[in-house]
């Protein structure tokens, strides 16, 4: 049910296909946030239009709010927000973890309070797979720790608790139709993240995530986290990078060997007004847009780029109107699915050596790395 | 170039075709309000696909922010908001007028101060279509003055100011693609208003509004000045009743013979949470619909109610999710362009008189009267 097939491959780089039960998904994919079972001001149908076909959501805020049983009654994650195609849910650990001042970790599980109402919730490897199948994603994750990358002794306990929780998911998983994703940590210490690489790939996950990146180190970090533990990595499962990233990243990553991305950094520009392009990032609430007749991106093929000027996007920003989130979501979103979708074209017909350094100058003036919670 | 065609009558209820640049209006039509060149959180395709045909937007607004020769040097408002079909501006006299403690009234126009910075403004009747034939509207409306209706000496100052008014905006008046309306004022008394209605449509305007009702008088004050000013009205003009309004409002004014309206009334209901249907309002931050799996109306044929819950817009409203004013407004929108359709096709098809008790108890449960700037 949860088969991968590499297609072609240009050094490292794989264009693939990944069977869900909700759809096939081509890989590379890059995966818009809807945090709350809505990516944020767009309606399922944009979604589409705009080339999305895998969303995530957030175990951790569901589970709060309006609950997993409720969200199971109600025909589960798909029925309940109307996405027909694949859905992956995140474990809840990293938004659980994030909040250092007032959860406490043990063996076991975590023990945290609620960002809503103060309550206090715990969570297991195996309250997490609950949850999960409870949601009904089709690819699900297993619980995790994510720590400080750059301690050692820390990252070192926090990895060998992955492990075991890892392990715990797969014991406590009872449905067929979801795909458990194991997940690689080790922060930024090359033994760890080989020997987490190792013991995951060795473990009966039909895919493999790379988590704790993209949390604060430099981008040098990642890379070099990257290079060492992707060829750990078994060529017949598809590997994921959690929570990247800019355009920059994702076209490094693809560089690497990595087959799905998801990342918050799309829709969140859109509400602070800002919108990736080929001329680098635009920040469309400045004054020189005010006269503006050009779309965003004269080369972007969104809804938004085909009509919507410059100017017009000002005036529904400086007017606080909502209709500047969503055309901005729309564009930014679509310009990463869709250089995601250039690039494994460019795979598939063997022409990524010739393009990926326009594509690196082209997009290298909208870095910025981003993390946490939306 | 703005001809009316007068298709079917059934009683004094009228279905006609109004001939517009931008298309040909099916009326009676209710358009929704656009107030900064933008229907509230709606995309134009998510209009179009509702079953929007005319939009209004608002002068006094546009005039301010973005400014009314920006719209014009960005090609108008059809382009500047993407919306293709029939637009309709206001005067800017209601909203100026609204402003009681800071306008100064004389013959010549109003002097007022921005609700934006509090920079002083002044409107004339050339102003006010200037900066109409700026913006580009289909539809443009004479400057009028909107008194309070049941001072009886104030009112007929007001309606004698709106008629020499009246006149001064024909006299200037340059652009010939864009249709200028008279406007009918007298308040509650129904001398003035016959008076303003013979004199209105003793001049040469393509169409007639009625303003000043729906302002805080009684519905039955309402019916009577209807009942009073339509008869005095030709056959052959569109009449317009500004700011109306909610269900029943469509339902009795189309029975007068009304054949355009708009109000802020669906889309700021969205905004509250609540949303039109046959079995009344309902308002979706209940907790009755926490696990409610029924769509908003299960015989609405919207795409809200074509895949969501009310327990999943809920969800949206409790997490303060954008989306949830999106779904909200297209389902409202929908119901009143729907009703008014579904009314004109019973007159083409001589099934009015059947079916209008149906709507009329259906309908009844969603009254409330609105009026005021959005």
Redesign the interface.
């Given at each position: 049910m949860f088969s991968y097939n590499l297609i072609a491959s240009a050094g490292s780089a794989r264009a693939g296909m990944f069977h869900t039960p909700h759809g096939d998904l081509e890989t590379p994919v890059f995966a818009p946030v809807g945090t709350?079972?809505?990516v944020?001001?767009?309606?399922p149908?944009?979604l589409e239009e705009l080339g999305a076909s895998l969303i995530l959501s957030n175990t951790y805020?569901l589970y709060l709010?309006?609950g997993d049983e409720?969200v199971r009654?109600?025909?589960g994650l798909h029925e309940?927000?109307?996405w027909r195609k694949p859905v992956l849910t995140d474990s809840g650990g990293f938004q659980v973890f994030s909040m250092a001042k007032t959860r406490k970790i043990d063996n076991d599980g975590v023990t945290f309070k609620s960002h809503i109402d103060g309550s206090e919730h715990r969570f297991t490897p195996e309250k997490s797979i609950q949850i999960q199948e409870n949601l009904g994603a089709d690819i699900i994750m297993a619980f995790d720790e994510c720590s400080d990358p750059s301690d050692h002794e820390n990252v070192k306990i926090a990895m060998d608790r992955t492990h075991r929780w890892a392990e715990r998911c797969l014991e406590s998983k009872t449905r067929s139709d979801q795909a458990l994703f194991g997940i690689i940590q080790g922060g930024v210490n090359p033994d760890l993240r080989v020997e987490s690489a190792n013991f995951i790939a060795s473990q009966p996950f039909p895919g493999i995530a790379i988590g704790g990146l993209s949390v604060g180190e430099s981008k040098d970090e990642m890379h070099a986290m990257l290079d060492l533990v992707l060829p750990c990595l078994p060529d017949s499962k598809p590997r994921y990078l959690m929570g990247v990233g800019t355009p920059e990243d994702l076209i490094d990553g693809i560089l690497r060997g990595v087959d799905i991305f998801d990342c918050v950094l799309p829709t969140r520009l859109a509400r602070h007004n800002a919108a990736f392009s080929s001329e680098g990032r635009l920040n469309l609430m400045n004054a020189v847009f005010?006269?503006d007749?050009q779309p965003i991106d004269g080369s972007c093929a969104c809804?938004t780029c085909k009509?919507?000027?410059r100017?017009?996007l000002?005036?529904?920003i400086?007017?606080k109107?909502?209709?500047a989130?969503?055309?901005l979501s729309i564009h930014n979103l679509h310009a990463l699915i869709q250089l995601v979708k250039d690039i494994r074209g460019s795979i598939l017909d063997g022409t990524l050596e010739e393009r990926i350094s326009t594509w690196q100058t082209q997009w290298a003036g909208n870095a910025v790395r981003s993390a946490g919670i939306e």
């Open positions: 709350q079972a809505t944020k001001t767009l309606t149908a944009q805020h709010r309006p409720l009654d109600l025909g309940f927000m109307q005010a006269r007749e809804y009509g919507f000027s100017a017009y000002r005036h529904l400086i007017a109107e909502l209709l989130g969503t055309l």
